[in-house]
């Protein structure tokens, strides 16, 4: 990256350098995130650091291994909350087995993640989208069965994956100007603040919005939990203690089993989907469970029909989905490598991450690969930016988070007991960490503030990182057209534009047809 003048470097940031950049400064051995000068290149250790690129990133393996424990420990409950959002009924009246969807939600995650890991060589995990599953789940209860949605899910990925060996989306990727990137770094860092807030129940849905824990006051142990996590991780990571993220989770989890044993609280949702009680856990109970391991079920892989959703929709009803979907996908992904790669120093001067075509590939290939296994189109996960934040830079620490999610597969009961509430600060931490980056924006051009503001704001507001990239781009071509500036206009932000013009209006389309 540039030169900058940039305040104290937060522990984001430990030991990390630019992708590429000469490496000609000695590692912080203390992890303080200060550099050295001088001193000669530093040589690889061995095969696996060479390949990795892992003192060349200003990295250690102990950071890779740290960073990978806590991007797993950080999206761990998808495990577990995938099979809720999927639990309902298709329109057939179909529904999926919860153990298994479990069980392949695990196994998918962690074969796609190594692969990520192995061929991208970012420390970015994959595991199946949630805003994708709530398109998904509509479309399963409202016109579609389970095999029909998820085959056309897996039409969407191959599309995608057609995109990425043609360059176009790659090509995509590196015409957003720097001010709309540096954007949505900032709104995902809000956007993970707002996960970890609600995850927490510290916001929920109230009058007339959003309201304040329970009854406007922070009543219960659960969010008693959060707190004393936010905190205990704050004074981690201000005071620069290595692995302070994965501490935090962890001693807060401790905690949080100790309460419950104690107080007895059980779910905040029954079994019915309702509200049983408003003081209860958000989502996993923190209870050791009785049996730790479990023979997978994975009946669900294969099941899906390709062309079946079109031959009951009818070909351009069918074609919009593909198309809702893709989009959705499609940014996600942008939105996710630009804020973690913001976030590990890894963008280059154009803050475009280098060698991207393989990360762009895989997690392509990972969208068909979670359809054929009928647990959804598997995408980039933010939370991989809290494997960040405590030091991981290369593809070493997805590796590590893969294998913690095969061997999931096998232990899913086990992946229950760490509660949301214990996750929920290091979500909140690290979008403290991202919003940094809002100094790099440009404020004195109300063409470029207003397109970087409504990508800020949407992404939280609306919850989905598409919507505020979709909100930026529109923007952003409007009012260069509208100050005489065309020209700075890449052509290829032309039809991106349109392409969100026409997602944003998709519900009217579908009415037409």
Known sequence: MPSRSRPVRLP??????????????AVDPAGTGSRRSAGPTLRPKNGVDRYFEVTARRSTFGREVRGGLTTF??????????????????????TLPFASVAAVTALVAGVLT?????????????????????????????????????????????????????????????????????????????????????DAGIIRPGNPLISFGV??????????????????????????????????????????????AIADIGPRTGADGTVADAHGWALQVPTWPGQVFDVPDLSLIGKFSLFGGFDRIGLLAAVLIVFSIMIADFFDTVGTVTAVGAEGDLLDADRNLPRSQPVLLVDSLAAAAGGAASVSSNTTYIESAAGVGDGARTGLASVVTGVLFLVATFFTPLVQVVPSEAAAPVLVIVGAMMISQVRDLEWGDMSLVIPAFLTIALMPFTYSITNGIGAGVVSYVLLRVATGRRRDVHPLMWVVAVVFVVYFALDPIQQLV
């Open 12 to 25: 984001a940031r430990t030991g990390s350098t630019a992708v590429g950049a000469p490496a000609t400064q």
């Open 73 to 94: 420990f950080t999206m761990a409950y998808i495990v577990v909350l995938n099979p809720i959002i999927l639990s309902g009924a298709d329109i057939n009246g179909t």
């Open 114 to 198: 190594v692969a990520m890991g192995i061929v991208g060589r970012y420390p970015l995990a994959l595991a199946t989208g949630l805003g994708i599953n709530a398109i998904v789940g509509v479309y399963a209860a409202t016109q579609l069965s389970w095999p029909e949605i998820m085959g056309l899910v897996v039409l969407e990925g191959l599309l995608i994956t057609v995109l990425v060996l043609t360059g176009f989306r790659r090509a995509v990727f590196t015409a957003i100007p720097a001010q709309l990137k540096t954007a949505i770094a900032v709104g995902i860092g809000f956007f993970l603040t707002i996960i970890g807030l609600a």
């Open 215 to 260: 009854n406007g006051s922070l009543a219960g142990w659960p969010m008693l939990t959060f707190v004393v996590g936010l905190l205990l991780t704050s004074v981690l990571v201000v005071r620069k203690v290595r692995g302070a993220l994965l501490i935090g989770i962890i001693a807060t989890t401790v905690f949080a089993i100790v309460v419950e």
